[in-house]
C-alpha cells in the first residue's frame, strides 16, 4: 500500500531555492479538468517555470478520494517542467485527512519529492483559533494527536491549515508557508497554479515558461 510507503522524516537539510505549487481546476459543465505547476525560485522571489495540462475526470468525486482524482493529472503536470522542485505545495492535507494520507502524501510518495498540504479549511481534527498577528500558529489536533498547525499568514486575515505530505517536517512546511505568502493569505505558488489552471479552462493552456 502506498500509506506504508510514507516517510514523515525531515529530508530538508538545508532551505529550498526552488519551491513547486501544484492545483486543479474543473470544469463544472463537462468533465474537463486542468492541473497546473508552478516553480518559484524562493530566493529570488520570482516564478522560474510553469506547465498547464488539460484532462478529463477519471475517477468520481468521493469525499476524502480526492487524490485518486487529481493525482494523475498533477503527475502529467510536473513531468512538463525542465526543473525539478526541492519541494512542493498541494492546495489540499497532508496527513490532516480522516486515512492521515491526503493529496500531499499520495503525491509525495508517488513522485519521492518532499511535499507538503495548505488547505484553506480544515478537513479533520479541533483547534484553538491562534493569534491575530502574521506567524501566529496553533496546534490541529485529533484527540491527542498533532495533525498539522493552523498559521496566521497575514495580520487579521484567516489562517491557512498546514500539514507535511512526505519527507517533510512541520515545522519546515510552516516556514515555507511563511516565506511563499509574502503578501497573500495563501502561498504565491498555489495562488499562481490556481489562476493558471482556471485561465486554460476558459481559454487554453499558454505557452510554457
Request: net charge positive.
Amino acid at each position: 500500500m502506498l500509506r506504508q510507503r510514507l516517510d514523515l522524516g525531515g529530508h530538508l537539510t538545508h532551505a529550498p531555492t526552488l519551491v513547486a505549487g501544484v492545483d486543479v481546476s474543473y470544469d463544472k459543465a463537462s468533465t474537463r479538468l486542468v492541473g497546473a505547476a508552478v516553480v518559484f525560485d524562493l530566493r529570488a522571489g520570482v516564478e522560474v517555470e510553469s506547465a498547464v495540462v488539460p484532462g478529463e475526470v477519471r475517477f468520481p468525486y468521493v469525499p476524502g478520494l480526492l487524490a485518486f482524482r487529481e493525482v494523475p493529472i498533477l503527475l502529467e503536470t510536473l513531468d512538463r517542467l525542465g526543473t525539478v522542485p526541492e519541494v512542493v505545495v498541494c492546495d489540499g492535507y497532508g496527513i490532516a485527512h480522516p486515512r492521515r494520507f491526503g493529496l500531499a502524501c499520495h503525491l509525495g510518495v508517488v513522485t519521492g519529492l518532499p511535499t507538503f498540504g495548505v488547505a484553506k479549511t480544515p478537513f479533520v481534527a479541533d483547534y484553538a483559533e491562534p493569534g491575530v498577528r502574521r506567524g501566529d500558529w496553533s496546534p490541529l489536533r485529533d484527540g491527542d494527536e498533532v495533525l498539522g498547525r493552523v498559521l496566521r499568514t497575514q495580520t487579521g486575515v484567516k489562517p491557512v491549515f498546514v500539514s507535511v505530505g512526505h519527507r517533510t517536517r512541520l515545522d519546515q512546511a510552516t516556514a515555507l508557508t511563511l516565506d511563499l505568502s509574502p503578501r497573500y493569505r495563501l502561498p504565491e505558488v498555489i495562488r499562481r497554479a490556481d489562476f493558471l489552471s482556471r485561465q486554460a479552462l476558459r481559454t487554453g493552456p499558454p505557452t510554457p515558461r
